[in-house]
């Protein structure tokens, strides 16, 4: 019985649960102290707490992608209902916007992220938006399930580290009493 990666989770180990502590530090006995297993076992914990902090950031951060890929997509929906020049709101700063016209276009420009912007035609923007808001909805979903699973990892970590703490103690406890 170990404690490494028997099983991934879209690259995220699989914490093996100790059943049987008694059992597995016999095995280890000649390699490892019990300090040094808990030592192991928490430097697994603080993988896993790394894992999941990164999984929130990102979760965060698509978060907040999302809402702009839905305004995008529906004002780039709304220009290739309506052919003809219309007026909007234009958000210029913070707390800032401006009345803007905007005449009839087949044409819009998009940004890309790291200072890109392109071109494309309203129908090729409506599908790429369309194509990117899929994606992250489906990267949403997939980090919650992600974030599920390492919590639940750690939760055998911590469990695991506290069994075998007690174990220990009880091997301590019952070695000072023969004294």
Do not use: C
């Amino acid at each position: 019985m170990t404690t490494t990666a028997v099983k991934e989770h879209r690259g995220i180990p699989k914490a093996i649960f100790l059943e049987d502590v008694d059992g597995y530090m016999k095995e280890k006995a000649t390699e490892k102290t019990a300090t040094d297993v808990l030592q192991n076992f928490d430097e697994q914990l603080h993988k896993y707490k790394y894992m999941e902090l990164n999984l929130m950031q990102r979760k965060k951060r698509l978060r907040g992608q999302i809402p702009d890929i839905e305004k995008t997509l529906e004002i780039v929906e709304h220009m290739l209902k309506k052919k003809q020049e219309f007026n909007t709101h234009f958000l210029l700063s913070d707390q800032v916007h401006t009345v803007a016209r905007v005449p009839p276009t087949d044409k819009v420009f998009l940004w890309l992220g790291a200072n890109t912007m392109l071109e494309y035609s309203i129908e090729e923007a409506v599908t790429l938006l369309s194509k990117n808001l899929s994606t992250a909805v489906v990267n949403a979903g997939q980090l919650d399930d992600d974030l599920e699973y390492l919590s639940n990892q750690i939760t055998t970590m911590e469990v695991n580290m506290a069994r075998v703490y007690n174990w220990d103690f009880k091997r301590r406890k019952a070695a000072a009493e023969k004294k």
